[in-house]
T-cell receptor, first 109, second 119 residues
Framework: RKEVEQDPGPFNVPEGATVAFNCTYSNSASQSFFWYRQDCRKEPKLLMSVYSSGNEDGRFTAQLNRASQYISLLIRDSKLSDSATYLCVVNTNAGKSTFGDGTTLTVKP | NAGVTQTPKFQVLKTGQSMTLQCAQDMNHEYMSWYRQDPGMGLRLIHY???????DQGEVPNGYNVSRSTTEDFPLRLLSAAPSQTSVYFC??????????????????FGPGTRLTVL
């Protein structure tokens, strides 16, 4: 079993749709959690950190459930520019990161 | 600040050749990592470093060596290239692990990647 598992996708949605991505992790020692965005095999860039209390940044909402070892990302009112691969990332406090395989989103007009 | 830089951007090698992928950061980050990304997959950790002089193996270290003589530089050496090492290689750095450097201290910053083909 992989340490970090994501919805395999791909997700193809119309503009304006709401889409949710899920991620689970197996290492209970994990300390911090992120969603990164990657465009066309370019370098990943931070989308948002994920906190236990949940956090929101505009149309994006991230949630963390430590008891279930589950992370989610919700995108509301999808835009064409949201088309990308979304990577779930889990860090330990020793500085080691583990990435999920990514979920590809395509937003269509 | 240039952030994280990597050279070269593209490289073609023949099986058995050796080479070094360069990575440098100017953010004074203690932690640096090397990842490879194969088609349809996420990033897999090759080696990482928690400071100058200290390195450790990640998930897929075989066939690669690293060293960290300065805070800024973290080169990755392919000892004898194999077709299975054809991949995109990303270098990343961050300030500190979660809990020790404040909020977002372990946010990783990535270089633009090196696309390596081994024939």
């Amino acid at each position: 079993r992989k340490e970090v598992e994501q919805d395999p996708g791909p997700f193809n949605v119309p503009e304006g749709a709401t889409v949710a991505f899920n991620c689970t992790y197996s290492n209970s020692a994990s300390q911090s959690f992120f969603w990164y965005r990657q465009d066309c095999r370019k370098e990943p860039k931070l989308l948002m950190s994920v906190y236990s209390s949940g956090n929101e940044d505009g149309r994006f909402t991230a949630q963390l459930n430590r008891a279930s070892q589950y992370i989610s990302l919700l995108i509301r009112d999808s835009k064409l520019s949201d088309s990308a691969t979304y990577l779930c990332v889990v860090n330990t406090n020793a500085g080691k990161s583990t990435f999920g395989d990514g979920t590809t989103l395509t937003v269509k007009p | 600040n240039a952030g994280v830089t990597q050279t070269p951007k593209f490289q073609v090698l023949k099986t058995g050749q050796s080479m070094t992928l360069q990575c440098a950061q100017d953010m004074n980050h203690e932690y640096m990592s090397w990842y490879r990304q194969d088609p349809g997959m996420g990033l897999r950790l090759i080696h990482y470093s928690v400071g100058a002089g200290i390195t450790d193996q990640g998930e897929v270290p075989n066939g690669y060596n690293v060293s960290r003589s300065t805070t800024e530089d973290f080169p990755l050496r392919l000892l004898s290239a194999a077709p299975s090492q054809t991949s995109v290689y990303f270098c990343a750095s961050f300030q500190a692990p979660s809990g020790s450097g404040g909020a977002l201290a372990d946010t990783q910053y990535f270089g633009p990647g090196t696309r390596l083909t081994v024939l």
